[in-house]
């Protein structure tokens, strides 16, 4: 039985099937990535076990698929039993093992990267100061005090995935319960108008919640868009402390407990840096008599008070700043709409990615071990082909 | 074995992937620097002084017309040249200045200025409206054209009509000519015309040209200035680049001092505003900086009740795409607000889909305050009592 499952698994022609589902699951993927958008569309296909195709605008489930993590799981293992099993180690399939170890560091590689890499956006104006930078699709609830310092601020951050409708949480730094009572994906707050909303509660009863209604949008899943979360929640202390709407579009509010001044923040999630950058110069420039962009450039000064590192760098196009692991790339760049002109701003992509090297590691692997297994053939034919012309 | 336990650890953190994500975290993280640094030409930063602190209005230059000088305890400065032999006339409805030129012999030619919301209806509108009341047939969209001439007004280009009337309009004995430049101007329009008989109207039309020549549209040099920069065609303390000395600077605790040397009250400024250059039609501004969309505030008046004041209420509501209101509706759809000088005046929210107009309209005498905040919704539901604040903080 056990060798059975051992030959079904060790099989070239699971490899195959294997290798042909993923041909299906790009299609599908992209297929659905039309109507879901592409984090959506990554997220259903590739980082999933099992998922299903529908056509667009509906919600039967018609093609059943395998998802990229069962598909890449079954592909470590079918390669690493193969190589148990059927393979012998010889000099003469050196090639090949080096090829194969360079595709099971691809495969890991990319599980890693997916665990591990994360981008966010670093946006700011010129004179601003950033040591932080900030998710561009998850929001978190975030509740701040000062820290005792004229400086820090002690945070509680809650996921906002984690505002589901009815949810109650508790941290044991916060002076109150939270207890979600409406939760959206995507929603736009306004004034609640005076006549107009006249039948509609405002969407709270503290802070600027009791002036404003929530309205749902559906959610949106282009590239150039993103869906603002707004939630209702209610604080519960040593006594009520009301309700408070959130929303992605507010700034901070503030509620005192018990001489405590709280701030809640509902943030895209923030990723806090050793390290901080400044904006000092924006440079756009464009083709002459055209909007095409030439060159998109920000001059910042990067200072690490840890390492005393002071200086200055450019970030320009193929030209990323790579500091304390991260990579900042030249992602946006604009200009306030002020009467006065406004300041340039600028938006950089911060990708963290701690096994960015593997994907070099393993293709140069494949690379050296097929150059190998060439040489070898070659030799050999060579060797060959000498006595019979001799 | 050995396989077997591989193959569970690379499960194992596969399954892994993900995790984590939906864990509450806390940490200890710097506060946030004010956003108030801005970076100078230099290079180094400097601080961006609150808006309080910026001089909100100033003198601007001063008229030569006698008119406007036997008037100018009272009344501020023009931002235009008045013509020699022009006389200012009682501005009136939703003319913010008005001029006339008469001829013993009876004829007579009425100048006025004329701002409205938006695009005040369209080109073609405003020209068929000026032609029926000098006996013209409406015109089409296609003779516009052969109509149109461009003239420089300020440091910009703009348009101007003549419309040469055939029946004699006036008195049964004149037919009537009429000159009419349309400036467009950030979210108003504003209307210079020239009107009356019609050799009288010929013989004015070099002072008419020269007088639009004078207006100040803000910006200086002799570029073309940006539209949103333009300024000032009101007769109103033009604006604070305008300046030409005699400035007061507001006093401090954010944004008092000031009233009546420039024409404007005593204000409170709230946090996060910011002062904004000259803009037409405007005594003041301020911006409000947000990365969902600015908000802008905008401080005017105008003479009498500025063409009433559900008239205006139902312009700023076009503004937002909302429906006009009937003559009844509007005291539902408003309310009182009480300001720190004892005024009183009528307080609308108008939230249309995507803009939200926050308003107060504050009848002084024989002028009309107005404060206005227009914004993105978000930011105006953030920015609602802030400006409620602010209103409420006037004293004339």
């Known amino acids: ?390 | 074995m050995r396989f077997t336990v591989v193959m569970g650890v690379s499960a194992l953190a596969w399954m892994a992937a993900g995790c984590g994500k939906d864990e509450v975290r806390v940490y200890q993280a710097p506060q946030d620097a004010p956003p108030v640094a801005a970076a100078n030409p230099q290079g180094g930063a400097t601080l961006t002084p609150p808006a309080s602190e910026i001089p909100r209005s100033a003198t601007s230059r001063s008229s030569s017309s006698a008119g406007s000088e036997s008037s100018a305890s009272e009344r501020p400065a023009v931002p235009w040249t008045v013509p020699a032999g022009w006389e200012e006339m009682p501005a009136s409805g939703m003319r913010v200045a008005s001029y006339g030129v008469k001829r013993p012999d009876g004829r007579s030619v009425d100048i006025s200025v004329v701002a409205m919301g938006g695009g005040a209806g369209g080109e073609l509108e405003n020209v068929n409206r000026w032609r029926d009341q000098i006996g013209l047939e409406p015109a089409t969209e296609a003779d516009l054209a052969g109509l149109r001439s461009i003239i420089p007004a300020g440091n910009r280009q703009v348009v101007m009509y003549q419309l040469d009337g055939k029946k004699a309009v006036l008195d049964g004995k004149y037919p009537a000519r009429t000159l009419a430049a349309i400036m467009p101007a950030g979210e108003m329009t504003v209307f210079f015309k020239i009107t009356g008989e019609s050799a009288l109207v010929a013989e004015q039309k070099p002072q008419f040209l020269a007088w639009l020549k004078s207006v100040d549209t803000g910006g200086g040099g002799g570029e073309s200035a940006p539209e949103a920069s333009a300024s000032s065609s009101a007769p109103a303390p033009a604006s604070p680049a305008a300046v030409s000395g005699g400035s007061e600077r507001a006093s401090g605790g954010g944004g008092g001092g000031g009233g009546g040397a420039d024409g404007l009250p005593n204000w409170q400024v709230p946090s996060g505003w910011k002062a904004a250059g000259p803009k037409p039609m405007r005594l003041a501004s301020f911006d409000i900086p947000d990365a969902a969309g600015n908000g802008d505030v905008s401080i005017s008046k105008l003479s009498g009740n500025g063409g009433g004041l559900l008239a205006n209420v139902n312009r700023w509501r076009g503004q937002v795409g909302l429906a006009p209101l009937e003559a009844g509706a509007l005291a539902a759809n408003s309310k009182t607000v009480a300001t720190a000088g004892g005024d009183s005046g009528t307080w609308v929210e108008l939230v249309g889909t995507e803009k939200t107009i926050l308003g107060a309209i504050l009848a002084r005498g024989e002028v009309s305050w107005f404060f206005k905040l227009t914004a993105p919704a978000a930011v105006a539901a953030q920015n609602r009592d802030a400006f409620e604040q602010f209103v409420r903080s006037i004293r004339f």
Request: charged share 20%.
């Open chain 1, 1 to 390: 039985m056990i060798s059975k499952l051992f030959q079904f698994l060790s099989s070239l022609r699971l490899t195959v099937v294997l290798l042909g589902l993923g041909v299906v699951v790009v299609f599908f993927g992209t297929l659905g990535q039309t109507s879901d958008g592409l984090y959506v569309a990554q997220e259903r296909y590739f980082r999933s076990w099992f998922a299903y195709w529908t056509p667009h605008g509906s919600t039967f489930p018609v093609v059943p698929l395998p998802g990229g993590y069962l598909l890449g799981t079954m592909l470590v293992i079918n390669l690493i039993v193969a190589h148990f099993t059927r393979f012998k180690w010889t000099w003469s399939k050196s090639g090949i093992f080096l090829t194969h170890i360079g595709i099971i560091l691809l495969l890991l590689g990319q599980l890693a990267t997916d665990m591990l890499a994360r981008e966010s956006i670093m946006s700011f104006r010129e004179g601003d100061t950033r040591n932080y930078s900030e998710s561009s699709m998850d929001f978190e609830l975030a509740f701040l005090r000062s820290a005792g310092s004229n400086t820090l601020d002690q945070v509680v951050s809650i996921p906002a995935s984690r505002l589901k409708p009815g949810a109650e949480l508790r941290q044991e730094l916060l002076p109150f319960a939270i207890r979600v009572k409406e939760a959206y994906e995507n929603a736009r707050i306004r004034l609640r108008a005076p006549v107009m909303d006249s039948n509609r509660p405002p969407a709270a009863t503290q802070g600027v919640g009791a002036r404003i209604v929530i309205d749902e949008q559906p959610p949106t899943r282009t590239m150039d868009a993103r869906n603002v979360p707004a939630a209702v929640i209610e604080l519960s202390g040593p006594s009520s402390l009301g309700t408070w709407a959130l929303s992605g579009e507010l700034k901070s509010q503030t509620v005192t407990v018990e001489g405590t001044e709280w701030r809640l923040e509902y943030r895209p999630v923030r990723d806090y840096k050793p390290f901080a950058l400044t904006l000092l110069k924006t440079t756009h420039e464009t083709y002459p008599g055209t909007d095409i962009p030439k060159n998109f450039q920000s001059r910042v000064r990067l200072r690490n008070t840890e390492s005393h590192e002071d200086r200055e760098v450019d970030i320009y196009m193929n030209s990323p700043l790579r500091y304390g692991g991260y990579t900042f790339f030249q992602y946006q760049m604009g200009k306030e709409q002020l009467a006065d002109g406004g300041r340039g701003t600028s938006a950089l992509q911060v990708v963290l990615n701690p096994s960015w090297v593997t994907p070099y590691l393993g293709c140069i692997l494949v690379g050296v071990g097929l150059l190998v297994q060439f040489l070898m053939h070659l030799t050999k034919f060579i060797a060959r082909r000498k006595p019979r012309a001799a």
